[in-house]
């Protein structure tokens, strides 16, 4: 062993060894976030943050220019710290609109953004402290060298600049979500807000998210793939694991270890009747024999989310009833996707599945019209009770993306929606006992 050794040390020449060594020894600045010289293995030169170029970046405030009024301002912070108790911090995340615009993905800054004053970034400022229990952050270097703000400001600054731009701004937007009362406690925000010229800023981001862009779109493609492998794993799992809290566990171990920075939302994985309960989160039941689970569950992947769900049963098999069901939401699956083109809307999508549902929940016998009422009125009424979820709702950063647009707005290409047909229902209802307790959903 030691004379090979000795033969494969004899061929790295002392060219190659100072080589190695002095890339070994490169310094690269830390700015609290991935970037091409700290993280290769992710990113690629030009790159802002993973998949997405700063050009792109700088396309999306150029955007939200064009759509503010003439001397508008558009102010949105960071995403808070929260915490669970005094000393730990949840694990962060940050806002959707600031990460779209800024592409910073840490806490404690404000980006402000007009036609006057252009690009500003309000970066906060660590102390030698704070970078010894928390390390790096991005300051006011990587807001003008990194993230190209076009003026960078330390955030002990924002009281003496911000009010001046404010008070130059006809209109001001901002972040209701994130809002920070440093700047609307402030009397030019508090005298646009009494005057009616504050605006929430979603209204506007909201509309630029909607359409993703393909590089957008190769993230939620990979984001989708990661958690449809790993949701495969967990129904095999489920034979030999038949808890929902394993199952949750099994899913988040096999979306991080292909790639996932985090789970979407907390998965939900309803047993028997808790599949009828359409966000249950307790995960804390045994799965009997011969109950359907239902796994609602989804990942992030660099700032893009994913939504499937699929319900089956551990046992191996489907009971007449469970299968009747199952049947039913899966061929209204198939025919919404088939709906899923340009020009058509969510609501149009929506109305097709309600009707679809209660054609074949009539048929089954759970819906019946009674003849001393409105037929419509009552069966509307009946089906709403075990269905009270719309059809869908549009993805991307966030599960529930861009919740200010309306499900009326006609889908193009690059609109990414869900298509989420279910049946919830609970037992001791007056459905036939045969059908009580089961939820089905089949989400793509």
């Not at 806002?95 to 980006?111: F, K, L, M």
């Not at 939302?265 to 808790?274: D, E, L, S, W, Y």
């Not at 039941?285 to 992947?301: A, H, N, R, S, T």
Request: proline fraction near 5%; aromatic fraction near 8%; hydrophobic fraction near 35%.
């Amino acid at each position: 062993m030691r004379i090979l050794i000795g033969k494969v040390l004899q061929r790295i020449s002392y060219k190659q060894t100072i080589g190695r060594r002095a890339f070994c020894t490169e310094k690269i600045v830390d700015i609290g976030q991935p970037t091409p010289s700290s993280h290769p293995e992710l990113m690629k030169e030009g790159e802002l943050t993973p998949g997405i170029t700063l050009e792109e970046y700088i396309l999306r405030r150029k955007r939200l220019l064009e759509v503010l009024p003439e001397n508008g301002l558009a102010i949105i912070a960071a995403a808070p710290v929260k915490m669970m108790n005094d000393v730990v911090p949840y694990t962060y995340r940050q806002d959707a609109d600031y990460s779209y615009i800024t592409g910073c993905q840490q806490p404690g800054g404000v980006a402000v953004l007009g036609h006057e004053c252009g690009f500003c970034m309000f970066m906060p400022e660590q102390t030698p402290q704070d970078v010894t229990w928390q390390g790096q952050n991005a300051g006011v270097n990587a807001a003008s060298e990194v993230f190209k703000a076009d003026k960078a400001y330390p955030m002990s600054k924002l009281r003496e600049i911000l009010p001046d731009i404010m008070r130059r701004s006809s209109k001001l937007f901002h972040n209701v979500q994130t809002a920070l009362p440093t700047y609307m406690e402030m009397d030019a925000f508090q005298k646009a807000a009494t005057s009616g010229e504050v605006k929430d800023v979603s209204i506007l981001t909201h509309e630029l998210r909607l359409k993703k862009s393909s590089a957008e779109l190769k993230l939620m493609r990979e984001s989708a793939s990661i958690a449809c492998q790993a949701l495969l794993q967990t129904m095999v799992h489920s034979r030999t694991h038949p808890y929902e809290g394993m199952l949750s566990a099994k899913m988040e171990y096999e979306c991080k270890m292909r790639g996932a920075q985090r789970m979407a939302f907390n998965p939900v994985v309803g047993g028997g009747p808790n599949a009828s309960v359409i966000h249950y989160s307790r995960n804390d039941q045994k799965i009997k024999e011969g109950d359907l689970v239902l796994m609602d569950v989804g990942c992030e992947f660099h700032g893009y989310v994913s939504d499937l769900t699929r319900t089956w049963p551990p046992c191996g098999s489907f009971s007449s009833a469970q299968e009747e069901l199952y049947d039913l939401i899966l061929q209204t699956n198939k025919e919404c996707m088939k709906l899923c083109k340009p020009g058509a809307t969510i609501r149009q999508i929506h109305n097709f599945s309600v009707n679809m549902l209660q054609k074949g929940l009539k048929e089954i016998g759970i819906l019946k019209e009674d003849s001393r009422r409105s037929s419509h009125h009552q069966l509307s009424r009946s089906y709403y009770q075990l269905n009270p979820t719309s059809i869908g709702h549009y993805l991307g950063m966030d599960v529930h993306d861009c919740s200010k647009v309306s499900y009326d707005h006609p889908l193009t290409s690059g609109i990414v929606i869900t298509i989420e047909p279910g049946i919830y229902i609970p037992l001791f209802s007056n459905i036939p006992e045969r059908y009580q307790g089961i939820g089905i959903r089949i989400e793509d």
